[in-house]
């Protein structure tokens, strides 16, 4: 688990502040992200949740320049990656920095492969820029990764174009493109959507393996075991703003923001009716607290002005939410009795683990996943 970039600037991998698209639509300016802030470590893996429209994927893509301006206009109070800001850099930086040290798996795989060039290829040429390989030794790799990515008979099939693999294959593909660079950073959205969950468990045994390895991710995600299952810190995000963040066994233990019990309720569910339901009654606050007009616990002081400060929340300094109710004058008791945890967490589930070791012999790798 020795990372192997050792971080010597000491400054966090990634750090976002004050992250701010608006996107230019018939009816006026759109916020799709409101005000962001937040930090990635080296070697961690932090999880993005939040229903559809609540501004995950526009977050994704405004840190490297990949929403198209215009429509979208982006700014910020900093996007630094390695300690080096990234917010003023010319689109061929960043596209130097996109394809070298951050890579992005889009939820959308259609746009991720090239058509024209076979899969191995594409697989392998990244891992010879980046790595003093013979091509037989990028074969290899390539293989490999394709095979922990859950590509059947990948060897067979190197000399394959796109459309000859199945839309879930294409996808898992653009997973190992996208790590055959060795990045420090990756970015995915979504990665295991409509994954059956023999591939679920591989590909999150392969984010841990290069998470291990020291790179960092950052993973968006509807699947709240998936959170639970690699995910060092979270972050909620609602109507733009990120709402509530903390360690994932801090937020899954004790879910403290009125909108992170309501998504955690609603798990399982689907939160499309919730959404096609707040459409219908006219849309999200675009000051003060976002969520207020769905909180049971919204008082006046949750409208206007900007997001309600972060205050801490229980016991790890982490861990806090963006609600009037944790601050000074605030009294979060009626709150914190609804929090339930959705799925356990992967602190519940370690302590769990070891006390089967220590009781028996030893537990499954996978157990936790097959589930
Ligand atoms: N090109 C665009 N033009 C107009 N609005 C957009 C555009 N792209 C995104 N939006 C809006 O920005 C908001 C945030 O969208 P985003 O795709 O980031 O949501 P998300 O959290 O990733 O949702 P999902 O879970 O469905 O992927 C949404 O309201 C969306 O409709
Ligand atoms: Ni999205």
């Known amino acids: 688990m020795t990372p192997r970039r050792d971080g010597s600037n000491g ?29 990635v470590e080296r070697g961690e893996t932090v999880c993005l949740v939040g229903e559809s429209g609540s501004g995950k994927s526009v977050t994704c893509e405004s840190l490297t320049g990949l929403v198209p301006q215009p429509p979208a206009e982006v700014s910020s109070d900093g996007v630094a990656f390695d300690g080096e800001s990234v917010a003023d850099r010319s689109e061929a930086e960043l596209r130097s920095i996109r394809g070298r040290r951050i890579a992005h798996v889009f939820q959308n795989p259609q746009s991720a492969l090239d058509p024209v060039y076979t ?17 037989s030794g990028a074969r290899d790799r390539a293989v490999d990764l394709l095979r922990r990515v859950g590509i059947p008979r990948a060897a067979e099939r190197l000399d394959s174009y796109p459309h000859e693999f199945s839309g879930g294959m294409r996808q898992r593909i653009a997973i190992a493109v996208a790590l055959s660079g060795d990045p420090d950073l990756l970015i995915a959205d979504e ?39 690699v995910a060092d810190r979270v972050l909620v995000m609602y109507g733009g703003t990120i709402v509530e963040r903390g360690p994932v066994g801090a937020v899954f233990d004790a879910p403290s923001h009125p909108y992170t019990q309501a998504l955690f309720d609603s798990y399982g569910t689907g939160d499309r009716a919730a959404v096609a339901e707040r459409t219908a009654r006219g ?36 861990h806090a939410a963006s609600c009037v109710h944790y601050g000074p ?16 967490s992967r602190a519940e589930r370690e302590s769990r683990r070891s006390a089967v070791d220590r009781s028996a012999t030893s ?9």
């Open 11 to 39: 400054s966090p991998l990634l750090s976002v502040r004050d992250l701010r698209t608006r996107i230019r639509t018939d009816d006026g300016w759109h916020h799709a992200v409101d005000g962001v802030s937040f930090d």
């Open 119 to 135: 899969v191995g290829k594409q697989v392998t040429e990244p891992i010879r820029i980046h790595e003093d390989v013979s091509r």
């Open 191 to 229: 990665p295991t959507t409509a994954v059956d969950v023999t591939v679920q468990a591989r590909l999150l045994d392969l984010f841990r393996s290069i998470v291990g390895d020291g790179t960092s991710v950052l993973l968006v995600t509807h699947d709240l075991r998936v959170v639970a299952a």
């Open 283 to 318: 849309g999200i606050p675009t000051d003060g607290c976002r969520f207020r007009a769905e909180c049971p616990h919204a008082v006046e002081e949750c409208a206007g002005g900007a997001q309600p400060a972060f205050h801490a929340v229980g016991d790890s300094p982490d």
């Open 329 to 344: 004058e605030g009294d979060p008791s009626a709150i914190r009795e609804n929090a339930t945890s959705p799925v356990e």
């Open 363 to 371: 537990a499954p790798e996978t157990e936790g996943e097959r589930r």
